[in-house]
């Protein structure tokens, strides 16, 4: 088993919480200039701090989400994570930075900093530490609620404790060092930033379950985290698997599934395969070191062992049928056994036994077609009672079935059926 650490998507991290902390340190030090501990806060003041910090957690969040890409193209998807990640840390900020600053008074105080007596240097320090823990643990949480999973949360939240600590301790000594409260904020929230995005990074490839390396193609030596139930792999910016610059990746080429403790892949595309250990496949289980193939592209699955071990039954390899015992008498292949769609290249695709399935060029269909005849939303294959009709969802360039175009029909094993250009034959 692969447990190396993806060293790129820490540098990204860690690079774009520190850059956040820079950018953000701009608006707090307008707010804060020529400011000392040892004066009163007026209401302006204090009103404008929970503002300009809530802007510092919301800047260091928006750059540390949309460095999960690994990259400096721009893509909208980026930029919705980055805007969500942005309210979501600005708004944790405003109860955090006030509790924080309510428990920095009282730390101060108890270390006899009153009116304009400086007090204790390590009550100061403790009293620093204090607050930027808490901002560090609201912006980690910012973060993982950002990617919708709460497991993502509890680990940002995690890694932006350690990361908050450690920005902590050098804010003040750099401080003393310096002589200078600008240069003390620019360097303690530029280092609480680089450190939060680091230990953000840390803390999730530590606990990653599974996650793919490209080993061959234009993203060689990428890695990407599983994380939640379902995720996709193509050519689309949308998936959280992005294979780009390979014409033969479909938009939404394969999906990987998580159920418990076990992986599966699924093959999603029409006209061009999935490959798994050499073997094409529809749906496959998936153990460490498996080999992937899609188009162009080769990956590599590598799991995380677990504590009670991992997948105790071995599995068939994917391209091969599991053994069973010889039925009584002469049975039919199982592939006819099973609705299906063929299309030209022999791909069968199976269709659900009751239900509806819907066909087109839209990532959001059941059965994505990528050619320019079909229609986003084309057509919907109907089961009922054992048996199948094809419907026109009023596609641009027709439904045919056996070379008669048709709003609607029932389908028979062997029928010819065509969307647009792409053809098929059904089986059942």
Same mark, same amino acid.
């Given at each position: 088993?692969?447990?190396?650490?993806?060293?790129?998507?820490?540098?990204?991290?860690?690079?774009?919480?520190?850059?956040?902390?820079?950018?953000?340190?701009?608006?707090?030090?307008?707010?804060?200039?020529?400011?000392?501990?040892?004066?009163?806060?007026?209401?302006?003041?204090?009103?404008?701090?929970?503002?300009?910090?809530?802007?510092?957690?919301?800047?260091?969040?928006?750059?540390?989400?949309?460095?999960?890409?690994?990259?400096?193209?721009?893509?909208?998807?980026?930029?919705?994570?980055?805007?969500?990640?942005?309210?979501?840390?600005?708004?944790?900020?405003?109860?955090?930075?006030?509790?924080?600053?309510?428990?920095?008074?009282?730390?101060?105080?108890?270390?006899?900093?009153?009116?304009?007596?400086?007090?204790?240097?390590?009550?100061?320090?403790?009293? !620093?530490?204090? /607050?930027?823990?808490?901002? &560090?643990?609201?912006? =980690? %949480?910012?973060? +993982? @609620? *950002?990617?919708?999973?709460?497991?993502?949360?509890?680990?940002?939240?995690?890694?932006?404790?350690?990361?908050?600590?450690?920005?902590?301790?050098?804010?003040?000594?750099?401080?003393?060092?310096?002589?200078?409260?600008?240069?003390? !904020?620019?360097? /303690?929230?530029?280092?609480? &930033?680089?450190?939060? =995005? %680091?230990?953000? +990074? @840390? *803390?999730?490839?530590?606990?990653?379950?599974?996650?793919?390396?490209?080993?061959?193609?234009?993203?060689?030596?990428?890695?990407?985290?599983?994380?939640?139930?379902?995720?996709?792999?193509?050519?689309?910016?949308?998936?959280?698997?992005?294979?780009? /610059?390979?014409?033969?990746?479909?938009?939404?080429?394969?999906?990987?599934?998580?159920?418990?403790?076990?992986?599966?892949?699924?093959?999603?595309?029409?006209?061009?395969?999935?490959?798994?250990?050499?073997?094409?496949?529809?749906?496959?289980?998936?153990?460490?070191?498996?080999?992937?193939?899609?188009?162009?592209?080769?990956?590599?699955?590598?799991?995380?062992?677990?504590?009670?071990?991992?997948?105790?039954?071995?599995?068939?390899?994917?391209?091969?049928?599991?053994?069973?015992?010889?039925?009584?008498?002469?049975?039919?292949?199982?592939?006819?056994?099973?609705?299906?769609?063929?299309?030209?290249?022999?791909?069968?695709?199976?269709?659900?036994?009751?239900?509806?399935?819907?066909?087109?060029?839209?990532?959001?269909?059941?059965?994505?077609?990528?050619?320019?005849?079909?229609?986003?939303?084309?057509?919907?294959?109907?089961?009922?009672?054992?048996?199948?009709?094809?419907?026109?969802?009023?596609?641009?360039?027709?439904?045919?079935?056996?070379?008669?175009?048709?709003?609607?029909?029932?389908?028979?094993?062997?029928?010819?059926?065509?969307?647009?250009?792409?053809?098929?034959?059904?089986?059942?």
């Amino acid at each position: 088993m692969n447990s190396s650490i993806n060293q790129r998507e820490l540098m990204f991290k860690a690079l774009a919480g520190l850059l956040g902390g820079a950018i953000g340190w701009i608006p707090v030090e307008l707010v804060n200039h020529g400011h000392s501990l040892t004066q009163a806060e007026s209401l302006w003041l204090v009103y404008g701090n929970l503002i300009v910090m809530a802007i510092l957690a919301g800047t260091i969040g928006a750059l540390i989400a949309a460095s999960d890409d690994q990259s400096f193209t721009i893509t909208d998807a980026m930029k919705r994570r980055a805007l969500w990640s942005f309210v979501i840390c600005f708004l944790l900020s405003l109860p955090a930075t006030y509790f924080s600053n309510r428990a920095f008074s009282a730390i101060l105080t108890a270390g006899g900093w009153v009116g304009s007596n400086p007090g204790s240097t390590f009550y100061l320090i403790l009293a !620093r530490l204090v /607050g930027w823990t808490l901002m &560090g643990m609201m912006l =980690g %949480l910012g973060v +993982g @609620l *950002a990617t919708g999973s709460m497991r993502n949360a509890l680990k940002g939240a995690a890694g932006g404790w350690v990361g908050g600590f450690a920005g902590g301790i050098v804010f003040d000594p750099i401080g003393m060092l310096s002589s200078s409260g600008m240069m003390s !904020r620019f360097i /303690g929230f530029s280092a609480v &930033g680089f450190a939060i =995005g %680091l230990f953000i +990074g @840390l *803390a999730h490839e530590l606990t990653k379950t599974a996650w793919i390396v490209v080993e061959a193609g234009r993203l060689k030596g990428r890695q990407f985290r599983i994380d939640g139930p379902t995720v996709t792999i193509g050519r689309a910016e949308e998936n959280a698997i992005g294979l780009f /610059g390979d014409p033969s990746v479909q938009p939404r080429h394969a999906a990987l599934e998580r159920k418990g403790d076990a992986y599966t892949i699924r093959n999603l595309a029409v006209q061009a395969g999935t490959l798994v250990n050499g073997g094409r496949i529809e749906t496959a289980p998936l153990t460490d070191g498996d080999q992937i193939r899609i188009g162009n592209y080769e990956l590599r699955f590598h799991e995380r062992a677990q504590a009670h071990g991992a997948h105790p039954i071995a599995a068939a390899p994917p391209h091969q049928a599991p053994v069973a015992p010889p039925p009584a008498a002469p049975a039919a292949p199982s592939a006819t056994n099973e609705a299906c769609l063929e299309s030209a290249t022999g791909e069968r695709i199976r269709l659900a036994a009751s239900g509806r399935v819907s066909i087109g060029r839209a990532l959001d269909n059941d059965i994505v077609i990528n050619d320019a005849s079909v229609s986003r939303h084309h057509a919907a294959i109907e089961a009922n009672g054992g048996g199948f009709r094809v419907v026109d969802l009023g596609s641009q360039n027709g439904l045919f079935v056996n070379g008669q175009r048709i709003a609607e029909a029932p389908l028979t094993d062997g029928a010819a059926v065509r969307f647009g250009d792409a053809a098929f034959v059904f089986h059942g």
